[in-house]
Structures are given as C-alpha cells and as structure tokens.
C-alpha cells in the first residue's frame, strides 16, 4: 500500500513564527486531506486538497500530485495551534494516515 | 448537532468481554469508516461501508472484530473477546460518497483491563 511520510516529526515554534509541514506519499492518490488533532483528540478537518493550492485565513495548502507531495503553510502561528497536524491519502477505499508532525507553539 | 457522533466516549472493560462501539454519521453521508487509532500513532483503516455493505474490510485484525450498518444509516462495531492490545481509540468517519472528503467523529477511548 502507499507510504506517507511526514516531516518534520515534531516542530516547536515561538508565537508569531511561520512554519511549514511536508507530506510525502509512495504513490498517486485520489484524495489527500490534512487534519489538526486537537489535545481532546478530535480530528479537525483543514483541508481537501487533491491538487492545487487552497487558503484559509492563516493556513494554506499545496498538493502536486505530479510530484507526490503536499505542504502545509501555518503563518503568525498561535498557541492554539498546538496539536498534531496529520496529512492523509485515499488509497482506494481506505484513508491512510502519516506518522503526524506534533507543534508547540510557545506564547 | 450536524457532525458524526460516536457513542460511548469511553469505555473500560475486562480481558475476555465482548464490547459494541456506535457510530452516527452525518445525514445523508453513505460511505462509512471505522479507524483504530494507537497512542503516539496515526489512525489506522479498519473497515468501509458504502451504504449497508462492507465494500473493503481489509483493515480488521481479526475475525473478532466485526462491523454492521444495517439501515445503511448507524454503523456498530463489535469486538469479541477483547484482548488488551485492542485497547485504543476507535475512530469513525463518513463522507458523501467513495474518495470525498472524511469528516470524523470525536472517538470512543476502549481500555482493555
């Protein structure tokens, strides 16, 4: 099945900085999604992003199918941003999730 | 509430018992799909439902778990003589149909004592 990798596995940042989360995967896709597992563990849906670039207020994200790899943009993070963001592919029917990239975001 | 609900939150039980999880999905998804999620892990594909059929149960440890849908609506898993290594948070999630974007209920946390 496909492999997804993702970098950096844990992040710490000061308040304000701007990071970015990598996802690699082993093979094409049909769909990709990023989430943020908040500290109560629910998975919060960031983006679907099969292709292409998509914003949302301080997030942003880019898929390039065509090179099996997708970021994760965070600017002016926040402390709420804390948590573990995780990058996931379908892989005909099933989901499969990276290893995740854990932030901390100091005030 | 609009989201996926899973029922119970947690649950605590003994080595050897047989435990049901519940899944609600949101209205009108028909694709359904149960995950395992291990401590310091990413969540783990155990079963997908399109409608009330197992359309890929390739995921499932074992013959002892096993999933229904009957009403192609709520979704039960059923664990039978749980074993602590099943202890973890079982995930479930639906979407509008096959490859759409998944939308995931808050967990049910099973300990295994």
């Known amino acids: 099945g496909i492999q997804v990798e993702q970098s950096p596995p844990d992040l710490i940042l000061q308040e304000g900085a701007n990071s970015t989360l990598r996802c690699n995967f082993s093979?094409?896709?049909?769909?990709l999604q990023w989430f943020h597992q908040n500290p109560w563990g629910q998975l919060i849906n960031l983006f679907y992003?099969?292709?292409g670039t998509k914003q949302n207020g301080r997030l942003s994200a880019t898929t390039v199918a065509t090179e099996r790899y997708s970021s994760l943009y965070i600017s002016s993070s926040q402390t709420t941003d804390s948590g573990v963001y995780f990058c996931?592919?379908?892989?005909?029917?099933?989901?499969?999730f990276g290893a995740g990239t854990r932030l901390t975001v100091k005030p | 509430g609009a989201g996926v609900s899973q029922t119970p939150s947690n649950k605590v039980t003994e080595k050897g018992k047989y435990v049901e999880l519940r899944c609600d999905p949101i209205?009108?998804?028909?694709?359904l799909y149960w995950y395992r999620q291990s401590l310091g892990q990413g969540p783990e594909f155990l079963i997908y439902?399109?409608?009330?059929?197992?359309?890929?149960d390739s995921g499932l440890p074992n013959d002892r778990f096993f999933a229904v849908r009957p009403e192609g609506s709520v979704s039960t898993l059923k664990i039978q003589r749980t074993e602590r290594g099943d202890s973890a948070v079982y995930l479930c999630?639906?979407?509008?149909?096959?490859?759409?974007?998944?939308?995931f209920g808050p967990g049910t946390r099973l300990t295994v004592l």
């Open positions: 999630a639906s979407s509008p149909g096959a490859n759409n974007e998944q939308f």
């Open positions: 093979d094409s896709v049909n769909n």
């Open positions: 992003i099969p292709s």
């Open positions: 996931a592919v379908v892989d005909n029917n099933d989901m499969r």
């Open positions: 209205s009108g998804h028909t694709a």
């Open positions: 439902f399109q409608g009330t059929g197992a359309a890929d």
